[in-house]
Nanobody, 124 residues
């Protein structure tokens, strides 16, 4: 199975940047889809970005983060990143990475493995 560990969260001012990392381990990892989700207190977990782990590495973003966030991968390090620029207070949440067999989707329940999350707080 796959284990995921997020890191890189913290406190930043509005307009600032953070880079989140998700270190992954497990067999058959190269065929997995990877996603980033976030959850604020009292709200449902929502989709942020996804990327194919296989050749091509196609990406897709939630409308709320398009143009500001970038998902990427480093297969040699078994790591997925989320570069977050121009952060807004509404981006404040716990950010989770997730892995799904075969293909990434935008639905949390589709994913098979989850990290513990990393807190991102954006001050105004």
């Amino acid at each position: 199975q796959v284990q995921l560990v997020e890191s890189g969260g913290g406190l930043v001012q509005a307009g600032g940047s953070l880079r989140l990392s998700c270190a992954a381990s497990g067999r058959t990892f190269s065929s997995y889809g990877m996603g980033w989700f976030r959850q604020a207190p009292g709200k449902e977990r929502e989709f942020v970005a996804k990327i194919s782990w296989s050749a091509g590495g196609s990406t897709y973003y939630a409308d709320s983060v398009k143009g500001r966030f970038t998902i990427s991968r480093d297969n040699a390090k078994n790591t997925v990143y989320l570069q977050m620029n121009s952060l807004k207070p509404e981006d404040t949440a716990v950010y989770y990475c997730a892995a799904r067999r075969v293909r990434a989707t935008t639905t949390p329940n589709d994913y098979d493995y989850w990290g513990q999350g990393t807190q991102v707080t954006v001050s105004s």
